[in-house]
Structure formats: C-alpha cells, structure tokens
C-alpha cells in the first residue's frame, strides 16, 4: 500500500469515527428537534466540521444548545462563582444543614455517600438535602421554612412572602419525576443529588433552560436551591457574582393560574434576597441551577 492509499485509509477511518459520534447525536435528538435540523443544511455541516477537526475535543468552542426554541434568549454571560465558593464534602454540607434540621437522621445519606457513582456530566458535585416531606407537610411550606432558616443564619430579604401558596408557587412536573425516581432509590432523610449551582446554563433564560436540558437533567426549584445555600454559604456574597434562577419551580405572580415566572435568589445590599420573575428573561448575571438523575 503506497502512502497515497495509507493516508485515504486513515482519513476514512477517521471521518467513520467521527460521523458516528455526530449519527449517535442525532439519533438522541427528540423527533420534533430532529426534524428541525434536518431543513438547517448548514448548521448540521458547521457542526459535523467541528467534530472532524483533529483537535475539536481539546477546542475552546462550545457547540450550541441543539433546541432551537426560544434560542435568541440567550446572552453572553460575565459573572461566576465567588472566588471563595468552593464545593464541600458531604460530610461537611451535613454539618451545616443539621444546624438547621437537627431532627433529620444522617445515617443512610452518609453511608450512601461512601460509595457514590460517578457524578452524571455536567454535575458539579453532590449536594446533600432533605427530602421536602421530612420538613413539612406540603412543598410550599417546605420552602417558607427553608427561605426563614436563611433569614436566621444572614441579611435576608423574601419579596414574595405571603405569596407562596400553591396557587403562586408549584413544582414543575420534571422535577416531581425526578425526585419522585431518587427518593425511590436513596433511604433516609435526606437526597444525594448530583448537580450544579448555575454556571452551566449562566445567560440563558429559565424558558431557554427548560427546552436544552440534558436527557437526565431537571431544574432545581426554591426549597434545594435554599438548602444549597445554607450548606454553601459562601456562594453568596457580593453583588459581581453568577445569581440563581429555579427552573425547578413555577410561579403565578398574581395566583391566577399563569405560571410564567420563576423564582430567583441573588445578591444584594449585603444580603441574599429571594424573588420571582418572568421566564423569558435571559440576563448575563443569572443561570439555572440543576440537577441530574445519575444512570
């Protein structure tokens, strides 16, 4: 074989490889989304570019949310982390909650986190939290306690208090499954979810968020995120940082059965402070904190 033949060899074998990463993406695509791509010609041969570039998988360049609902509601993102954020042990974060909930059992959850799978892509860490029903009765009055408890430890603000209802605040039908599917498989108190505080999807509106989840992936609402908070105290404070949307949770403004905004938690005048707003808004200091359903 001359190395004529030898380098079309290789190339072939690359492109073969490669081609079915792209027809293993497409095929994972849900039937609505697919038949989108298919009428973008030149999206689909950008991309399929991207993949046969030798170096794509070491490329700063982050291939786009395949959704294309809602896509113009995303804008460039600026803000992160605080530099003294940083994720805690397991072992840690329940310190700090059973402060809170100092009659919740420990046992199963730090058992449990001996031997954890590996963490789902795109989760950050685990994050210890009860189980909302071992806290009240109901969800909504899970998250007026959890949003007092942060009142009690630092500056806070809830500028829906007394509007937290079921008829203002509900569980989205995606995270009920989700947590309905973990609580079936962990004992105990408390929840080990794999997730992530915002970063991954920073910019994008929580209705944007909502259409580019990951297959495994669901939106953490008020009661985690709050419980997220008071384990990691340290992801609020100060105002130049990424700010929290709850796309886990929906929210009627005006308890009249419209439920087009979600609840947000940021930084402000020295504090936390805890709101809602409209879906659609997409801002460069706020991402979706999420969870995932690990395999």
């Known amino acids: 074989m001359n190395t004529q033949e030898t380098f079309l060899k290789e190339v072939a074998g690359r492109a073969g490889e ?3 990463l792209v027809l293993k993406a497409l095929l994972s695509l849900p039937k609505e989304e697919l038949d989108y791509w298919v009428g973008q010609k030149g999206e689909l ?5 991207l993949i046969l570039n030798p170096r794509w998988q070491q490329s700063s360049i982050t291939l786009p949310a395949s959704s294309p609902f ?5 804008v460039k993102p600026n803000y992160g982390y605080p530099p003294r954020y940083a994720m805690k042990p397991v072992c840690e974060q329940l310190v700090e909650l059973s402060k809170h909930f100092n009659g919740l059992n420990t046992n ?15 989760a950050e860490g685990w994050f210890a939290v009860p189980r909302w029903e071992k806290v009240a009765k109901t969800y909504n009055e899970a998250v007026e306690k959890v949003l007092d408890l942060i009142g009690k430890t630092r500056t806070f603000y809830n500028y829906r208090k007394g509007n937290l209802g079921p008829k203002y605040l ?9 947590l309905q599917m973990l609580g079936e498989r962990q004992k105990g108190d408390f929840l080990l979810i794999p997730a992530q505080f915002g970063l991954t ?3 994008r509106s929580v209705r944007r968020v909502r259409v580019v989840y ?11 995120t ?18 929290i949307d709850c796309p886990g949770d929906e929210y009627s403004p005006d308890a009249g059965g419209v439920f087009s905004s979600a609840p947000i938690f940021y930084f402000s005048g020295g504090g936390v402070e805890f709101y809602a707003l409209w879906v659609g808004d997409a801002s460069e200091r706020y991402g979706s904190a999420s969870g995932f359903v690990s395999q």
């Open 70 to 74: 809602f896509a113009n509601e995303e």
């Open 201 to 203: 999807h920073r910019g």
């Open 214 to 224: 990951a297959p495994s992936e669901f939106g953490l609402g008020s009661f985690i």
């Open 170 to 178: 509900r569980l989205s039908e995606r995270t009920a499954v989700a």
């Open 226 to 243: 709050g419980c997220m908070i008071l384990s990691h105290p340290e992801r609020f404070v100060q105002w130049e940082q990424l700010h």
């Open 45 to 49: 041969a950008r991309r399929v570019s």
């Open 108 to 122: 199963d959850v730090l058992a449990c986190s001996k031997e954890l799978p590996a963490l789902p892509s795109g």
């Open 18 to 20: 490669a081609l079915s």
